[in-house]
């Protein structure tokens, strides 16, 4: 099979290398330059409790250097998931079936807009992979991945998709209602992802405070109104107690919006806990735990974004060599 990753952070890097290591041909795209180069010179890296191992990877930034895919994989972050899309879609041959592991509500609607429903598979995964620089990633824990077509005719894509990633070891269940499950990992996300964000904690450390999972409960629990509510199936019957669970199942990672905060870049805070105000303010529902996160987490963005341009002045301006 060849398989097409779209973004080479994190969760994409794992991906691939896993797929690779299983006997499948990858090619990646990455719109960055710089990460390209490193990639394609030394290899992807992955470090686990299992120890260190490197494979070789196709990489491009340009979709027209890709050739054939069978499947393609979405990994990019929220906010790049229009423009990956659209540059991507006139690429890839009709049928293809284009997957989505990313964080965050409304990107399978996106790729639907651009390929077609019959060609989008959505899912989610709780693996934890931290990005340590170009092509190095370490694998801070594995978590389920669930993935299922938005439409029937579709289904026969994910029963073989599915299959392929069990085979390569990331293990993966198959779901009819992609609704439910993106919205329960959504519930989630809006949990770990802000508060050790804003904290600069470990998934893991958000267990040792009364006050830190207070703060969790209440911004699952209002989450999971806004779900009800919207006659969507949340997967666990105590979603509280599987944040918990997924903060002890990964608890030495950082999560992928701490590592955006210490990296000063854009986080996907608009895609997680905005789009659950945003929900939940439009049926009425309170969200202010989940407002005051979201707020928190764009105030550190406005800051690091100041930050980013007072060095850039630096050093186009000579005040910042040494
Ligand atoms: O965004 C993340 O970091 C992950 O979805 C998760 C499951 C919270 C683990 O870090």
Redesign the pocket.
Known sequence: MNILIIGGGAIGSLFAHFLIQSGQRVTMLESNGERVEKITRDGLTIESERGVSTVRVEIFTSPQAIGKADYAILCVKSYDTERAVREVAPVLKSGTPVLTVQ?GLGNVEIIAQAVGMENTLGGIT?Q?ATDLGSGKIRHAGK?ETIIGALSKESREKAVEITSLLNGAGIETALTDDVEGVLWS?AL??AA??PLTAILRLR?GELLDYPETREIMRSAVEEAAAVAKTKGIQVKWPDPVAQTER?CQA?AS?Y???LQDVLNHKRTEIDFINGAIVREGEALGIPVPVNKTLMLLVKAIEALNLKKNKERHHERISGKGRD
């Open positions: 964080n709780a934890g978590g990992k989630i996300n770990i992802n998934n997924v990964t990672n999560s992928s919006m």
